[in-house]
């Protein structure tokens, strides 16, 4: 495989048989392929992003479609799609109706459009038997945390995830409430109802209220979380205290904050220092008495300029974690994974980098990792491709291109081909060779392309600039290929002129193709188009050709002798190719 279509083609064929991860892999080399960006490529990695349920891909791919074509309404259906999928009824509804703005007759957008009405209008119809007003308060999992009738229970990080689910979907998630009767303890607590309910609670049920929560960890395993509690070794309140005791307890977390943000303060002026062990020190002290995992970030940032990069990692995985329990800010995880990322590349270890760098961007895309990411996949396909080269190999690629090219068979010869240049990526003849089996195919842009590769890699590859040639004059692309073979003539002089016959063969009927008569067209309307060309225009009104064509016709040897010069040479030929000079 060589170009983005062919790629295309080959993502379609295992989209079509639901090989959905393969069609991925395929539509992600066309991507890289493509000399320009191009949309159909992104919406049809989206679609099978999208079939494998992975929406925030999905996503991705499809708001790069809309960036690249914006006039595309299929892009919008894409993004619409991955909205959907990711449970966003409004976005998923403007996207499609942009569609149709674009497109009124769409069909596929009349009826994602329909689609999401339709659950919209369920979610809506949905009671949440009051827990939205219940469930609104945002300190509440820091109080049921801190609450000694709820505390051990919401050690299980499964049981905090529902509590999350009640609070921002609360008509979606009502029905947990039968489906775990944990559940009901919590609203309990919540209502400020005593409530003693003992097959509600964990096996370890015996455990006391008040004090300290057993140590024993549920099946998830979770990392504890050491919350503030100023009246700890108080009895529990009764129920109707609940609701001035957590007034006590966001007054306590305050100030808690207020002095961690000190400590962290602290620990940033140690590391501008270079003194991490103190601001490591700094920033441990602040996350233990609040717990905000950007006190984290900083630690893994001084622990990484210290050059301790595996507790580095220690410090950006506890980060993670603990960001999830508390549910923080997805920048702030963001910025965990990236952090993860950098310290693998520091390690070396490209493939973790390039994971950690994906999860960050899951979470929040920033151009500056973005970019990250895209220079480490580059660098380990550069070192992928170092390590494949073996001239040996090469060798044995070549002549086998060569058997399949005298025998007509040009698909086997471009593959040969394309296994030398790999194997010997600065030769250039593999270059060269592909190109005259893809000239076969008639595949001509890719062979100037390969012609171009091998005229990088040896200037003084005069086969090379002759192949290009062929190709440009077959694509009547006669400007380029009178350049080129002009190029190749002045390389050819300063190398003993061993092939000047044969481009100035193809140079000559370069410029007879292109001034020739088109069918119908007589000698008089053949002469008035020639003479309006651009070129032949600017040639007779150079001073310097007015010249030497005045002197001509005085003393037509006199020609000869100006025709040494290339740039003359070029011009005179192309005079008597548009027949405004006649040898006879």
């Known amino acids: 495989m060589?170009?983005?279509e062919e790629y295309k083609a080959e993502g379609n064929k295992y989209f079509a048989a639901k090989e959905f991860e393969k069609a991925i892999e395929s539509f992600t080399k066309a991507i890289e392929v493509s000399p320009t960006p191009n949309h159909v490529l992104y919406s049809n990695r989206s679609g099978s992003y999208a079939s494998l349920k992975n929406f925030t891909k999905a996503l991705e791919d499809a708001e790069e479609c809309v960036k690249i074509n914006p006039a595309w309404a299929k892009g919008y259906n894409r993004v619409a799609s991955a909205q959907f999928g990711l449970g966003n009824l409004e976005n998923a509804k403007d996207f499609y109706q942009k569609a149709l703005d674009l497109d009124p007759n769409n069909g596929m957008a009349k009826d994602g459009l329909k689609s999401v009405e339709q659950a919209i209008e369920g979610r809506n119809s949905q009671a949440d038997?009051?827990?939205?007003?219940m469930f609104a308060d945002p300190n509440l999992i820091t109080k049921l945390k801190n609450n000694p009738?709820?505390?051990?229970?919401?050690?299980?990080?499964?049981?905090?995830?529902?509590?999350?689910?009640?609070?921002?979907?609360?008509?979606?998630?009502?029905?947990q409430l039968l489906s775990d009767p944990r559940l009901m303890t919590i609203m309990a607590a919540v209502m400020g109802i005593d409530m003693d309910l003992p097959d509600m609670q964990e096996p370890s049920s015996s455990a006391p209220t008040t004090g300290e929560p057993k140590t024993e960890e549920p099946k998830q395993e979770a990392p504890k979380m050491e919350e503030p509690k100023p009246e700890e070794s108080k009895a529990a309140p009764a129920a109707e205290e609940a609701e001035p005791e957590d007034v006590v307890m966001e007054d306590a977390e305050t100030d808690h904050k207020a002095e961690a943000d000190a400590a962290k303060a602290e620990g940033n002026t140690l590391y501008k220092q270079k003194k991490f062990d103190d601001a490591i020190a700094c920033y441990d002290k602040a996350w233990n008495l609040h717990k905000d995992i950007t006190y984290l970030n900083n630690r893994a940032a001084a622990e990484y300029e210290k050059g301790d990069y595996d507790a580095a990692i220690v410090t950006c995985?506890?980060?993670?974690?603990?960001?999830?329990?508390i549910r923080a800010d997805y920048k702030l995880i963001a910025k965990s994974f990236a952090r993860l990322g950098n310290v693998y590349l520091k390690k070396d270890?490209?493939?973790?980098?390039?994971?950690?760098?994906?999860?960050?961007?899951?979470?929040?895309?920033?151009?500056?990792?973005?970019?990250?990411?895209r220079a480490t996949q580059r660098e380990i396909k550069q070192r992928d491709a170092q390590a494949y080269i073996d001239p040996a190999k090469a060798e044995e690629a070549r002549l086998e291109g060569k058997e399949y090219f005298t025998k007509g068979d040009w698909p086997n010869a471009v593959k040969a081909y394309s296994e030398m240049i790999k194997r010997a990526p600065e030769d250039a003849r593999g270059y060269s060779n592909r190109a005259a089996a893809l000239a076969k195919l008639l595949s001509f842009p890719d062979a100037v392309q390969d012609c171009k590769?091998?005229?990088?890699?040896?200037?003084?590859?005069?086969r090379a600039y002759i192949r290009k040639a062929n190709a440009e004059l077959m694509m009547k692309e006669y400007s380029h290929c009178m350049d080129t073979l002009n190029e190749a003539r002045e390389k050819d002089l300063a190398l003993g002129s061993k092939n000047i016959i044969e481009i100035d063969q193809l140079f000559n009927k370069c410029i007879s193709q292109r001034f020739q008569a088109i069918e119908g067209e007589t000698p008089e309307q053949t002469m008035e188009r020639v003479s309006k060309d651009p070129e032949i225009v600017s040639i007779l009104q150079d001073p310097v050709m007015q010249g030497i064509l005045q002197q001509a016709k005085d003393n037509p040897a006199a020609l000869q002798d100006h025709m040494k010069n290339p740039d003359v040479y070029k011009k005179v030929n192309m005079l008597i190719a548009a027949g405004v000079i006649r040898t006879r």
């Open 2 to 4: 060589s170009t983005a």
């Open 129 to 133: 038997m009051g827990l939205g007003a």
């Open 149 to 175: 009738k709820t505390a051990e229970l919401m050690k299980d990080p499964e049981l905090v995830r529902k509590v999350l689910n009640l609070q921002t979907n609360p008509r979606g998630n009502a029905g």
């Open 317 to 325: 995985e506890k980060a993670i974690d603990e960001g999830r329990d």
């Open 349 to 373: 270890d490209l493939e973790n980098a390039v994971k950690y760098f994906d999860k960050s961007l899951t979470e929040f895309r920033t151009p500056e990792v973005l970019n990250k990411l």
């Open 453 to 462: 590769k091998a005229i990088e890699k040896d200037p003084n590859f005069i």
